[in-house]
């Protein structure tokens, strides 16, 4: 398919996503607790866009590969290495907010 | 626009309804907002009962690697249209994630807290997508906003003004 409202539902059913480094795709897919292998394509990309793939690439979230390194990659890649993606805490936030607006 | 709005919503998701009435300011060029916006208030009336909103569209600042020269042209009309809207609306307080329709606004109660018509706290949360450099609406709010948040340590270093709470979205 070429776009859908919501991948949500093939998110849940994945064993394993395959993706680019869009930061919704990538935020979606490490929330789901699902394993992502990031294809980066530099040609194709702003450059701020490969600084979350890079990241969470660092931090041990996603494998990454390039077009032309996708099937090695596929065959030699161990998941178990990957690590779990905290969620965000907007509770934080919030607490942080209210100390400013002066509600406490 | 999309990411923006996802993120914006999450930062709104532990707030109080001491927040309230949410005015909420989108770019006409926005197709999916609304959408999302009224979902996201429509859970939240089933827990508040007293929930308000409001959903405003102005004139988008800037395209995607829109031309310098150009850029001016259309902001400054985004902020010739956006004024009267933050004039009507008279915010206590703006949150903004770094769309360019953000700036326009940010400007606008600018003005008139330089005018004495009214003060609003600027609060300016950079995307979660930025971990090592702002975006070009965060590096111009970074010098006008009250607070401007960031969400990796490395911008925090960059940008010593700036605020860091870890990831908050």
Known sequence: ?104 | TGGHTTEILRLLSCLSESYSPRHYIFADSDEMSEAKIRSFEQKRSETFSNSQFTLDRIPRSREVRQSWTSSVVTTLYSILYSLPLTYKLKPDLILCNGPGTCVPVCISALLLGLLGVKRAIIVYVESICRVETLSLSGKILYYFSDYFIVQWPDLKEKYPKSVYLGRIV
Do not use: Y
Request: charged fraction near 20%; charge should be negative.
């Open chain 1, 1 to 104: 398919f070429r776009f859908k409202d919501s991948l949500a539902e093939d998110l849940w059913s994945a064993d394993l996503v395959i993706s680019h480094a869009g930061a919704g795709s990538c935020l979606e897919t490490l929330e789901k607790g699902k394993p992502l292998i990031v294809v980066i394509n530099e040609k194709l990309m702003n450059n701020h866009q490969l600084e979350l793939a890079k990241q969470l690439h660092r931090d041990g979230h996603v494998l990454c590969c390039n077009c032309s390194t996708l099937v090695e990659t596929l065959q030699s890649m161990d998941l178990s290495t990957l690590k779990p993606f905290p969620p965000g805490q907007p509770e934080k936030f919030a607490l942080f907010l209210d100390k400013v607006v002066g509600f406490q």
